[in-house]
């Protein structure tokens, strides 16, 4: 049976990506080496690595001024880098998941935080809206998709201050306004490639602003420098990263598979709202994630829940459990998810609205 994965991450990954780089592990382009067994800078790495950032400045269309780097230490990381180069009194941050909460706690360690709103006490359900962002902090982060609940902020905001975006679980799903950003980024496992790699855009004058004393490994203009190769870097998650890109390229860039991408998210949330059995996570329509469905079972039905699981993983439907402080489902339907997979996924709903 066909298997339609799910996962929020890691998670499913374009088969272009893991067919070629499967190939890459055995005989990197017919050199007789494995990729990971080459040296990081061997010319053969060298421009995998340049072609990385190549692709990545090409499909987001990311202006002059800004770096490309692939880092280790995942998107958790990055919420300890941004303070440690960049709060020096005081940063603003919008708490709009567990995610945004873990890199207000890292920022608060080593300087003032400001949250300037927060839908923690409606467990995350919303985007909140009405808040100023104050002239006078370092920064403003926000994170762009919120992967456990399945809220997402689709627009690209003014800021008086830089723009700092977590943009983990929605990165290439659409076109972005980098412009408006002095720095994105995002763990690779959600959209772009194996977990083991974050990739990070920079706008060159926020280097200018890095603290004194910010350690090596933790040094963005360090990373800038060297082009990712200050130490070794995931090589073969880099690699596996670059065969997405070539796909998404190939495949039409953002404005192609934003298209797709919407028609999917269109095509499950209108099954939740016509199907009797389920509630959407969230309510606003604006607020919803186009990459991360949430869902849960009306109150009467609610201990079908798990019936239901079984039911969609006997269709070959995996990794539709929701996060544990949602519960309910949560359908991750990232960019290499076809919409063949949704269309199953909505057919199980409807075969077992009919069973009930
Ligand atoms: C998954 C995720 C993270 C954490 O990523 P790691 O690479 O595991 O550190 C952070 N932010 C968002 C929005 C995520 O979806």
Not at 71 to 89: D, E, R
Not at 318 to 345: D, P, T
């Amino acid at each position: 049976m066909k298997k339609y994965n799910f996962n929020p991450g890691p998670s499913i990954l374009p088969e272009f990506t893991i067919k070629n780089t499967a190939e890459a592990v055995l005989n990197l382009n017919g050199s007789g080496l494995s990729v990971m067994e080459i040296s990081h800078r061997s010319k053969d790495f060298v421009a995998i690595m340049d072609k990385s950032v190549e692709l990545m400045k090409e499909i987001l269309s990311i202006p002059d001024g800004y770096s490309v780097v692939f880092l280790h230490g995942g998107a958790s990381l990055q919420f300890l880098m941004i303070p440690y180069n960049f709060l020096n009194t005081k940063a603003a941050y919008l708490d709009t998941g567990s995610w945004a909460s873990k890199a207000i706690k890292e920022a608060k360690e080593l300087g003032e935080v400001v949250v300037v709103a927060s839908s923690k006490e409606s467990n995350y359900n919303h985007i909140p809206r009405n808040y100023t962002i104050p002239a006078d902090v370092d920064y403003f982060h926000i994170t762009t998709n919120n992967t456990i609940f399945g809220t997402e902020i689709k627009h690209d905001m003014d800021s008086p201050v830089p723009l700092i975006a977590d943009a983990s679980s929605d990165i290439l799903s659409r076109p972005m306004d980098v412009s408006k950003y002095s720095l994105i980024y995002a763990g690779a496992q959600k959209n772009l490639g194996p977990a083991g790699v974050a990739v990070v855009i920079i706008k060159d004058t926020m280097l200018e602003k890095i603290k004194p004393n910010v350690p090596t490994m933790l040094n963005y203009k360090i990373h800038v420098d060297n082009n990712s190769l200050y130490n070794t870097p995931p090589c073969l998650a880099v690699y596996a990263c670059l065969q997405t890109l070539i796909w998404l390229k190939d495949m039409g860039g953002l404005n192609k598979i934003h298209k797709v991408n919407l028609e999917k998210a269109k095509l499950l949330y209108d099954e939740i709202d016509s199907n009797r059995l389920f509630v959407p996570g969230v309510t606003d329509a604006e607020d919803r994630s186009v990459m991360n469905v949430t869902f849960v079972m009306k109150e009467e039905y609610k201990d079908m829940e798990a019936k239901f699981l079984e039911f969609a993983s006997s269709q070959g439907l995996i990794g539709i459990k929701g996060h544990r402080s949602v519960g309910g489902f949560r359908a991750s339907i990232y960019n290499a998810m076809s919409l063949e997979g949704v269309q199953a996924l909505v057919n199980a709903m409807k075969d077992f609205a009919k069973q009930v």
